[in-house]
């Protein structure tokens, strides 16, 4: 458990401010749900950090987002055909924040970004690790190589100090700058809706 134990610290930091503060959609039952199922799959396996265990695993994403969090930088992903946030396989890695970042500079091409700590100044909690974002688990699709599982998404916003051009990698058909509102309109996923709501709530309550 020592190693899942990150996880799990991250995971209660995050109940603990998005699932609990004045944050509008705070008490929906998906929300807690979200949190509980995260709790549960991390608590039933060490093998979760690892592609290996087939029923399902963590993956580590980041929303990247300029420094005054009007744009949001989507990767439109080659195997899904959609427009959705870095992010990959943590492949054994337990610090998922890591994950999330080190996808983050090799999906784009990016290396000015750094993590927003929003934690004290909305919070007024210190906490050792970037807090999780958002939380995500989903069904992906079979195909040749694996059968149907589930991601469990630890999501993390991250930014970038300049909106540089992005380099787009092969595990992409393009990664491209979306204001909020053109972000909306190229997908319709509701957890990428969720996460654009989220940072329209933080620009508001940090005053950006």
Not at 53 to 58: A, D, L, R, T
Not at 72 to 79: A, E, G, I, N
Not at 168 to 173: G, K, L, Q
Request: glycine content about 4%.
């Amino acid at each position: 458990m020592t190693l899942r134990q990150d996880l799990l610290t991250s995971i209660d930091s995050y109940q603990r401010t998005w699932a609990i503060t004045e944050y509008p959609t705070r008490v929906t039952s998906e929300e807690v749900d979200r949190v509980e199922c995260f709790k549960s799959f991390v608590s039933s396996t060490q093998d979760c950090f690892l592609r290996s265990h087939q029923v399902g695993h963590i993956t580590g994403s980041a929303l990247v987002v300029n420094s005054n969090l009007t744009k949001v930088l989507l990767t439109h992903h080659r195997k899904l055909g959609m427009w959705l946030q870095l992010g990959g396989h943590a492949d054994g890695h337990h610090l998922v924040h890591e994950v999330a970042m080190t996808e983050a500079i090799e999906e784009s091409g990016l290396n000015n970004l750094s993590f927003l700590s929003y934690e004290w100044d909305l919070f007024q909690q210190k906490v050792s690790r970037p807090l999780p974002f958002d939380l995500d688990s989903h069904v992906i699709p079979a195909n040749a190589k694996d059968g149907e599982h589930i991601h469990y998404d630890v999501r993390y916003l991250i930014i970038a100090d300049q909106e540089t051009a992005p380099i787009v990698s092969h595990e992409s058909h393009d990664v491209r700058w979306f204001t909020i509102s053109e972000a909306r309109h190229v997908t319709q996923e509701r957890s990428m809706h969720r996460q654009f709501d989220k940072v329209e709530w933080l620009k508001a309550k940090l005053r950006i």
